[in-house]
């Protein structure tokens, strides 16, 4: 079973992919780190992350790359998403993304295209979402908890951006696939959130 879970920043889609994981057994892979990832090496070897080429050179970045803490931060993610516009640095991730996806007893992906792009046959597919407001406040507890200075207003300012450029991207947008199910997770908490998801997968496979 291929279970493709996509939505914007902070609408709950990891947390909710890695439940669905142990659910039902199934290898997880969270996509948005292998475009952190290249934002990172892109940052490292000082590229210019707006140039198609110098972020397409940043996609040969080795596994330990994965497994880097830095790859959380907020400032990674923002750059994650500039040089995830780019259609080479889509197309230089598909195909390990397509091999995850159809590996023998399936698997649980986690992005912005799974349903539209690399797993359109997907068994179930979930299009998550809440509202900016609430992502941001999530968001904003997150990076407190963790130390990181930054305001409210700065958070949310930053999701609106995201969103912006995530969904007006000519190539791979974040949008809905047409046969996914919405999941709204702005009034829900995590366990409500992980009991609806569920449901909707045994509805749909
Ligand atoms: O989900 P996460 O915040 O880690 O993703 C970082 C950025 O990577 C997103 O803002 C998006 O631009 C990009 N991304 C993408 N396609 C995916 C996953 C992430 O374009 N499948």
Avoid at 15 to 30: E, F, G, N, Q, R
Avoid at 96 to 117: C, H, M, P, S, Y
Avoid at 189 to 195: C, G, Y
Wanted: hydrophobic fraction near 45%; proline fraction near 5%.
């Amino acid at each position: 079973m291929i279970i493709a879970v996509d939505g914007p920043a902070a609408s709950g889609k990891g947390t909710i992919s890695k439940a669905l994981a142990k659910h039902y057994h199934l290898p997880h892979l969270d996509t948005g780190l292998l475009y952190r990832a290249v934002a990172h090496t892109v940052q490292r070897l000082e590229l210019d992350p707006t140039r198609e080429a110098d972020a397409v050179a940043a996609c040969d970045f080795d596994e330990l790359t994965l497994a880097d803490p830095a790859l959380r931060d907020d400032e990674i993610g923002k750059l994650a998403s500039v040089v995830s516009a780019h259609p080479l640095v889509r197309a230089a991730l598909l195909q390990r993304q397509k091999r995850f996806a159809n590996q023998e007893g399936g698997a649980v992906l986690d992005g912005r295209d799974i349903g539209t792009v690399i797993a359109p046959a997907a068994d179930a597919k979930l299009f998550v979402r809440a509202t900016p407001t609430i992502r941001a406040r999530r968001r904003h507890a997150e990076l407190q908890a963790r130390g990181a200075p930054t305001t409210f207003d700065q958070v949310l300012a930053d999701i609106r951006a995201r969103d912006q450029r995530d969904s007006s991207r000519s190539t791979a947008p974040l949008v809905p696939a047409p046969d996914a199910a919405l999941l709204d997770t702005s009034f829900l908490s995590i366990e409500a959130s992980v009991e609806k998801a569920i449901a909707l997968v045994e509805a749909r496979r």
